[in-house]
Structures are given as C-alpha cells and as structure tokens.
C-alpha cells in the first residue's frame, strides 16, 4: 500500500486517495486537432521507472496532488501541489 | 494418560493439566499447551492425513506454521474450519479434529488408486487430457478432479451469526519480526534508545530458537524481562506477519489464546495493519528436505521438529530414530534426544565432521559419507535404505522414524515482497537477502548468520543501522555480551535429491516429485515461475517453505545451470492460511460499507417507505409495503393529476463561485452556461474527454459569480471529482471555488398541475406566477420562513418546483408541505414513480448515461455549443460517434397493450435473423397511455420510428412485439412544464 505524503495533511494511505492518471500529459489547446487529443486521451506511456502522476486527496483536503513514483518499487520521492514540478534533478 | 511418547517435562505444557480431545472419532488426551500435533504423536499417531494427489498417508514433517501435510478439520462454534495446521493449533478441551482428503477412512483410502497410477497421472496431465468437449471441462471433468484432489472441505452453510473480530492499525518506528535470539537483541537495543518498536513472534512464546537450548535459558528469560519491560516495545506473540505491501506497511495475524480470547468476547484472531518506518526482519532460516524415495512417509519429519517436539513439549517422536544430515546443527536433537535416553542413528552426507566426532563419543552409531536413499513402510516409517557414496555398500537400518535435514534456507518471503536481493552463498547453500536501506535490515539466521551468540551479536549490529536510519545516533558496539558460545561447526555439504525407483518428492502439500519438476523443464517451463505454475510446486498455505529451494536445486541440474541462476519461487502473501472472517474484520453485514442517509430518513422509515440502496445512499423507493405497480402507479398519477411531493436530497450539489465561475461552467458543460442570466437554470450536460456523455444536471445562476450545480446521485461522487480535478489542473489559471454541498443542502420536488397552488403558500415575496416566474427560473427565497432557494425544474414533466433548504431545516420545510398540501390531495413519492414519470417523458438517467453513449445518441447533438472549448468537444466530433447506424436514444411501446416490458430486452427484427439492433434500457407501465412504456437503445433508432420490432427476453422466454416511438410519449409539446 502507497502512503502518500499530503503537503496539507501529513502521510497518508493510499486508500485517502483517487489516483487520477498520468500527470506527465497536458491537455491539449482547443484548436490543436483529433490527433492530439487522441494522444492526450488514449496514448500513454507505461515506463519502468519514474513516473509523474496525479493523486486527489478525496479521503482529506481534496487537494491534487503531483507525485513522482517509481513503478518498479513504488517508492515516492516527491509530492507536490497540482501546479508544482518536481526538481529536474528527481526525473 | 498423556501419552506413551511423552518421555520429558515440555517447556510448554502444564503436566497437571490435562485434556480430553478427539481425533478422526478417537478420543486422546494430551496436556495444557499442547498443540494438535504434540498431542497426537505423544499418543503415537503418526497417519493424519492423506496427500493432495496421490492420496499417499501422510503424518507431521514440521514443529510450526510451515507444516505442508498436518492439515486438518476442526468442528466446533465455527462449523467445520478446513485446513488448520496441526502444528500450531492449540489443544483445547474437546477439540474435535478430522483428517482431510480420504474417503472412506483414513487408513483405507480407495483413491490410493492415484498413486499405483502416479506414472499416468504426471504433472500437467489434467491441462492435457481433460480437453474436449471443451463444455466438459466445467459440467464433468472440473468437478471430478475437485473432489478427488485438494485440501480442506469448505461448508456452504453460511453461520448465522458473525464471529467477533477486529482489525487494528497500529504504528511505530520499528517493526522487529520474529522473537529469536536476532530480534530479541534488536527490540532490545532499539528500545533502549526509546524507538517505538512492534515485536511480532509467531510463536506462543518469545525466544525463537533459544528455547530449544537449555544453555541459553538464562539470557532469554533475562532478555525477555527486559523487553518486555520497556516502555515504548510492543511485544505481541502468536502474531503472524502475513505480508508486506511497502511503504512500511505490514499486515499480520495476532491470535489469542484461549485466555485472551475469553477476555475479548470470543474473539479469536485480530487483524494487524502495522505502519512502520522500518523493519528488522529476524525470521530466521527454516530446515530443507531432502528427495528420495518414500521422503514423506509418515514418520517422516524434520530434524530440527524432533528437537522442537522434544523440548516444548516432551514428546519423543520415536524409539529408534534415524537422522539424516548433512550439517552439523541438525545433529542437535540427536544430541537432546540422546541425553533424553533416545539412542539414534545419524546417517550423514559428510565424509567427517565435528559433530559425528561428538555423536560417536556419545557412543552413537553415525554413518559418515552415506545417504538415505529410500524410506521403506507405508502407513509408518519401519526402515530405512541407506548407501554409502563411495563404494556400493548398501544396507537396511531399521527406524521408526526418519529425521532429515537437507541444511538451512533463510525465510525470504518478506523481504522478498519488499524486494529484496537474494544472493546465493555457497558456504551455507542458500540464498540470502538484503534490503534496500530505506525498508530496513535483515538480522541474524535469515541472513544467514547462524549460532544464537552470532544472531544476537547481529541483531544489536542491525538495531545500530536502523537507528542511523532513522536519524538517531548508532549505539555503541556492546563487545561485554557474556553470551553462551557457538560450537564450531564443518561447513555443509550441499545434498538435494538421492534418485531411486518411487517418487521423491520435492513439495508435499501439492504432491510435486523431483520428475515434475524435470517433465516441466523438458516441456519448456524452464523459468523456475514458470515450474512453479505448470508443477503446482511452492504453492498454497506452505509457499513452498520447506521445498521451494529444493524443487529450484532439481531444476538447476535439470538445465545444467547453477542454484544461483534458477533462483526461487517469490513466495507471496498470506504466509499462513487467514480466515476470510480476520480479513473482513467488522466491515461485515451492516457495516459492511457506510450507509449514507437522507436528512428525512426517519421520517420516510416511519411512512412506509421501502429503501433501495443507490451508491451509498438508501432511497425511499415506494410509500408501501405492498408488492406490484400499483402503489408506484398510484404515486405517479397522483403527481399527473394533482400535486405530489418526493425528496430529491441525494442529488449531488456543487456550489460554483469566482469571478471566472461563468467561464469555467463552459469549461465543463458541453452547452453554454455563460450566457445565463441570474435568476435562470438550464439543464446541462458534461462529456467526458472522449466525447461520452459523463453526467446530466441542472445549472442555475444566483449571481454573477456563483452557480449551483445539480448531478445525478449515481454520478454525484466522480462528477465532485471531475470538478475539482479539472478546478486543479486545466483550470487552474481560472479564479474559482468549486465547494461540495451535497449534505448541506436538503432539497424536495413539489410536481404536478397544483403545485403552484401549494408552493405559493409557503413562499413569501416571490411572485410566483408563469410571467414572473417562468420555467427554467431559480431563485433564492424564504420558504415557510427559512431561507432557501427555489427553481422551477421539472424531471416528471408536470409543472414543479424544486425547494432546497439547509438540511437541518429539512423537516420543518418537509412538515410545511404536508400541511399546506393536505387540503390539495398532496402525495408523497418514492424513486420507483419518480422514475415513471421521467421514462413517460423520454428523460434520461445513469441507465441510459452508461459510458457508452455520446450527446448525439441521446438527442442531445443539437446541446453542444460550436464555439468555444469545452472536456470533450474534439473528440465528441469524430465521425464514429455521431454515425446513423449508433444506438440511439428512443421510446417502445408494446402493440398488443398488454403486453409488458422489462429492462434489458433486446430489440430484434420482426422477421428474419435475431442480431439485436439494441435493448431496452428503462421501462414502466404508464399512468396516462395504455400499457407500457419504456426506453430503448436502438441501432439507427430515430429513422426507426413507427417500426415494428420484436423484444426478447431469452432468459425468460419471452417475446413482445414493440412500436418504436418518439423517448418523450407524454405531453410532447412540452405544455405542461410551462403551465
């Protein structure tokens, strides 16, 4: 079980959350076609590594958070608010 | 009587207590403190069960919870409890216990047969014989095997009543698994400097392998004082760590003792979510097999278990025992048996070694660089086949049982969950591991370091590092340890498997041989995973702990690779059998999940309502206990004919504020919100990104920045999320607040031509008349003198309103209305009209809103605003979803009027071949139309209309012949919504 470090709350178990996707994709500008937004919704990656994604912290602040985490260990080595990026340095 | 092999006092048991128990209609007695199997072998019962496949007898191999054969049933408060480990269940007063698998009895069991046949009957036979016919596999073939092979029997009567049980979340800084000289040291040095530690011993008594050495009695009762005397270690015995789920998460087993069970009201077992920082693991190293012919004879057992047996419980487990070794620590029950007056035989792998030179001078006959080769007896071993390896001397020993020891494996299954490295050692035959820092560390035996002085040295070491760890100062070497020494040992000679004619087997409780393993590396399953699943081997309640590494040893020389590079099975949780009963905890029955409840809950209880449950939310259904639709109808044409009253407080409700609130309502509505003017509503709809309907609601205005949003209650939990996250992310540059205000708002719908007649009474200053109060308008107001909101929204299709209030003042508004609507004929409705009503209109609702079906298949095409950016809107244009030939949105009625409807028929052509064209989605008998009415899905749907087709229902046998209709049959011109 992931516990979650919530920059509001304090570490958390991954059952206070709703993991909410890959947080690596943008959502693409209106204009920017079918082919993008077909990229956006439907292609992902599925890296063995390091890996950004988004977590709503429903079971608490209902903030969303940014979290890098490894799919190979699951560890977690940053936690950030929605806007945040992780240093350069963790990717 | 305690029983004819009880030679010594056990450290566990209590002579002066005895107790009377019973197994397979025997009845036996054995002490306080026994378990089942201590007590059977001191009354000299060795047949316990029969074997998985082969239906070989089977007896006691192990003194613990690795037992792979000692399975049983107990009958008692539980009904029957399949699968119990006689070696770790506690005896108790009246236990009644059964063997498994063997029918008719257990000495005569006529599906031997298997064995004879075993040549036949290799692994993967049943993938490979039991093909066709393919429906055979599940009517025939299935069955057959399930009743010949397997465990334990399961009871299908559910008890009626729910065991006590609780689960426990506990927290710390250390957890210390297992309570062995290693981990006694390291809770004690962890301790000390004031960490918070969890010490969990599976074992009824804390100690591990110092209670099999009288020399180290002294220290462990010292060390077990002090422990248990600090003030921030938690010491918990018979707890069972199941499995770790990373992050410093563990779950385990605690179970109580009778004595504890009886302080607790019966509860028996007490789930642990254990969340630490780090952990040590001090699980120590289990003893290993060896595969010969007959190695699981009953009689068969484990070196080290005759030792166990010996010292817990002063039980000898023979008269004439034979070792057979290949280390010098497994000669250590020889040695205790011998001081107990058991004379044995060694039979040893090793040319020489320390501990013969011992064993001989205690005037015991050791065969030095000899094996066992093949165990002779069936319902008990009675000799033993023993050869010397070099020359071709070959002789029979008679025993009465045969004690193996194939070395030592570290116990890895924790850390291998918290993936751990194993590295093969050679000097000690095993793999051993080694965590990542940031989980913790491995201590003493199952890391390899064997002798109790080297384990406790090494659990004070690794306490050391888990304090660095976790940002505390190390703690000084501690060299002034007076500990009992280690015996120098000869190192191991690495044995595996003696070959013979009959089956050696490498894994006991699946029944796997040593030819298994060498058929599934000849059919390509050369992957030890891949043996493992083909072989059945390491499987089930053991996890392969005492074999694994032995089926990976036959592997290896099967490939001709080394151990290193076969590895071992991962062995997963559970690391014993759970009862689901533990798992669940109190989540069961009516907590099995929370229940959410209208502010008027009580009041619709005592009315008569029947409840359904709707997510979490339990809705009143229909004001009647009466089965049928003529309750529901009554509801409904009340609401047709005169006015009705429903509570529609499980809507989801979203409070929407900022100065950008108007442009992010664009944002995620697919039509446009920002065009409302203050004081309207409009009826909305979301898309998900894929250009799917997600969800439908009702958006009003109450001031320039702030909207109030209605969503299904189905969808009322993702639609919340689908705000926020949005709100986060593609929003975030936006100026808004989006606020959940789901509970705090009560809200009723008051429908039908008289509604106006009753709302009217109850608002003051509001004009509500059609000109100054039109559909589609919304307003705050006071409403029987409290301060609400009020819309003119209609989902029945009659002239309504819908009335919303704090929740706390739900029954004082709710109360209003029943007055006020007496003189008016009002009627109170549940969920079962309320959806008559909405299907007579053609509105939709999640049955219809499923995931699959964009805004053009509802006819809801013409909504999506062309301008602008909105979730969903590029790929809501794909042509594929807007194709004529999609299942579209439209009304059934039956032909003959008769005829009755149902959910998920499906619509096929009148003539011809059956392919559905699409199915009904909603349906209900009408209030105002003839018969039924019901909604559909039809390929094509709108050129449809007026089509004849046919409705079936094959799993209820029934056709009805249907006309395709406009969705909305009842007042299309819509006139009564503006009335």
């Not at chain 2, 199941?242 to 779950?251: C, K, P, S």
């Not at chain 2, 952990?279 to 278990?305: H, K, Q, S, W, Y």
């Not at chain 2, 969800?695 to 109030?708: C, I, N, Q, S």
């Not at chain 2, 087709?949 to 029934?958: F, G, K, N, Y």
Request: overall charge neutral; proline content about 5%; aromatic content about 6%.
């Amino acid at each position: 079980m992931l516990r979650i470090a919530c920059p509001w709350c304090g570490v958390r178990d991954e059952s206070e959350f709703r993991y909410r996707g890959d947080a690596s994709k943008s959502r693409p500008s209106a204009d920017a076609g079918l082919k993008a937004f077909n990229a956006y919704v439907y292609e992902r990656d599925n890296p063995k590594g390091w890996h950004l994604e988004w977590w709503l912290h429903v079971g608490g602040c209902r903030k969303l958070l940014t979290v890098l985490r490894h799919t190979l260990t699951h560890e977690i080595r940053w936690v950030g608010g929605a806007s945040d990026q992780p240093p350069e340095e963790l990717r | 009587m305690q029983g004819p092999a009880r030679i010594a006092e056990g450290m566990l048991t209590d002579a002066s207590r005895r107790i009377e128990f019973c197994f397979d209609g025997r009845r036996m007695r054995g002490l306080t403190g026994d378990t089942l199997a201590s007590a059977l072998l001191a009354n000299g019962t060795w047949l316990i069960g029969r074997s998985f496949k082969y239906h070989r007898p089977r007896g006691i191999l192990t003194c613990g919870p690795e037992e792979p054969c000692a399975l049983v049933d107990v009958l008692g408060a539980r009904g029957r409890e399949p699968n119990r480990l006689a070696t770790t269940l506690a005896l108790h007063e009246g236990l009644v216990a059964e063997s498994q698998n063997r029918w008719p009895s257990l000495k005569f069991d006529l599906l031997a047969v298997n064995d004879l046949l075993g040549r036949f009957l290799p692994a993967g036979f049943y993938y490979k014989t039991f093909m066709a016919p393919s429906w055979a596999w599940e009517k025939l073939y299935e069955p057959l095997i399930r009743r010949a092979a397997g465990l334990g029997r399961l009871e299908s009567v559910v008890p009626a009543h729910t065991d006590p049980a609780e689960t426990v979340h506990d927290h710390a800084d250390v957890l210390v698994v297992g309570a062995g000289a290693a981990g006694l040291a390291a809770a004690h040095a962890l301790g000390s400097s004031a960490a918070r530690v969890i010490l969990a011993e599976q074992d009824v008594a804390l100690g591990g392998g110092t209670l099999l050495d009288t020399r180290w009695s002294a220290w462990r009762e010292a060390m077990t004082l002090k422990v248990l005397r600090q003030r921030t270690v938690h010491c918990l015995t018979g707890t069972t760590v199941l499995g770790a789920y990373g992050h410093g998460v563990f779950a385990a087993l605690e179970t109580l003792s009778a004595d504890e069970s009886a302080t607790f009201g019966g509860l028996r077992e007490r789930l642990r979510i254990i969340r630490a920082r780090q952990v040590v693991l001090a699980t120590g190293a289990l003893e290993r097999l060896i595969a010969f012919p007959g190695n699981d004879r009953p009689g068969v057992m484990l070196a080290g278990a005759a030792l166990s047996y010996l010292r817990r419980y002063g039980v000898a487990v023979g008269r004439r025992p034979l070792f057979f070794v290949n280390t010098d620590e497994a000669y250590q029950g020889a040695f205790a048996l011998c001081a107990a007056g058991v004379r044995s035989t060694i039979v040893d792998v090793r040319p020489a070694s320390l501990a013969a030179e011992r064993a001989r001078a205690l005037g015991l006959e050791v065969h030095s660089g000899a094996v066992v080769h093949q165990a002779l007896g069936r319902q008990r071993v009675h000799a033993v086949a023993v050869a010397r390896l070099e020359g071709r001397e070959r002789r029979k020993l008679a025993a009465d049982c045969l004690l193996i020891s194939g070395g030592y494996s570290p116990l890895t299954s924790l850390a291998s969950q918290l993936g751990a490295n194993l590295t093969w050692q050679d000097s000690l035959a095993a793999f051993t591991p080694e965590l990542p820092a940031a989980s913790g560390q491995v201590a003493g035996a199952a890391r390899g370091v064997y002798g109790l002085a080297a384990a406790a040295r090494d659990g004070a070491a690794v306490a050391s590092e888990v304090l660095h760890a976790l940002g505390r100062a190390r703690l000084p070497a501690d060299a002034s340890q007076d500990l009992p020494p280690d015996a120098d040992t000869t190192p191991i000679t690495a044995v595996w498997e003696i070959g013979g004619r009959g089956k050696g087997f490498v894994d006991l409780q699946n029944d796997v041989t040593a030819s298994d393993v060498r058929l599934a590396c000849r059919e390509g399953y050369e992957d030890v995973e891949h043996m493992k699943r083909f072989t059945t081997h390491a499987m089930a309640t053991d996890q392969g702990r005492i074999g694994s590494l032995l089926g990976s040893a036959v592997l290896a020389r099967a490939r001709g690779v080394t151990l290193a590079a076969v590895g071992q099975p991962r062995p997963r949780p559970y690391a014993q059998p759970v009862p689901l009963a533990a798992l669940a905890g109190a989540e069961v029955r009516a907590h099995y999940r929370p229940k959410r409840q209208l502010p008027l809950h009580e009041w619709h209880a005592t009315h008569g309502a029947r409840f359904v449950p709707t997510g979490l939310w339990l809705r009143p259904l229909v004001y009647s206990q009466a089965a049928g639709w003529e309750p529901v109808l009554q509801e409904a044409r009340a609401v047709r004919g005169g006015v009705g009253l429903t509570d529609v407080s499980t809507l989801g409700k979203i409070d929407v504020q900022g100065p950008d609130a108007a442009q992010f309502l664009d944002f995620i509505y697919a039509n446009l919100i920002s065009t409302l003017a203050i004081g309207r509503a409009r009826y909305g709809i979301m898309l998900r990104e894929d250009g799917m309907v997600f969800d439908d609601g009702t958006v009003a205005r109450l001031a320039a920045t702030h909207f109030v949003l209605t969503t299904t209650t189905a969808n009322s939990v993702a639609a919340l999320e689908h705000l926020e996250f949005h709100v986060q992310s593609s929003g975030a540059h936006l100026d808004v607040l989006v606020s959940d205000v789901a509970d705090q708002w009560a809200q009723f719908a008051v429908a039908g031509p008289r509604a106006r007649e009753l709302v009217s009474q109850l608002v003051a200053g509001l004009d509500l008349s059609n000109q100054a109060f039109p559909f589609m308008a919304g307003a705050c107001a006071t409403l029987a003198g409290i301060p609400g909101r009020i819309f003119r929204i209609s989902f029945s299709g009659e002239l309504a309103y819908e009335l919303a209030v704090p929740a706390a003042h739900a029954p004082a508004l709710w109360s209003a209305l029943l007055a006020a609507g007496a003189p008016l004929g009002l009627r109170v409705y549940g969920l079962d009209a309320l959806n008559t009503l909405r299907i007579e209109k053609g509105h939709v609702t999640t049955a219809e809103l499923n995931g699959s079906t964009s805004a053009d298949d509802l006819g809801l095409g013409r909504m999506l605003k062309p301008h602008g950016d909105f979730i969903g809107r590029t790929l809501s244009r794909r042509e594929g979803l807007t194709a004529p030939e999609r299942l579209q949105l439209v009304g059934v009625r039956p032909l003959e009027r008769s005829g009755r409807l149902r959910n998920g028929l499906q619509l096929i052509a009148r003539a011809g071949c059956g392919a559905s064209l699409g199915y009904v989605t909603s349906s209900t008998p009408s209030t105002e139309l003839a018969g039924w009415v019901g909604l559909a899905l039809l390929s094509g749907g709108r050129q449809r209309m007026g089509e004849q087709l046919t409705a079936v229902s094959p799993l209820h046998e029934e056709r009805t012949e249907v006309q395709v209709v406009s969705p909305c049959m009842l007042d299309c011109e819509n006139l009564r919504v503006r009335a």
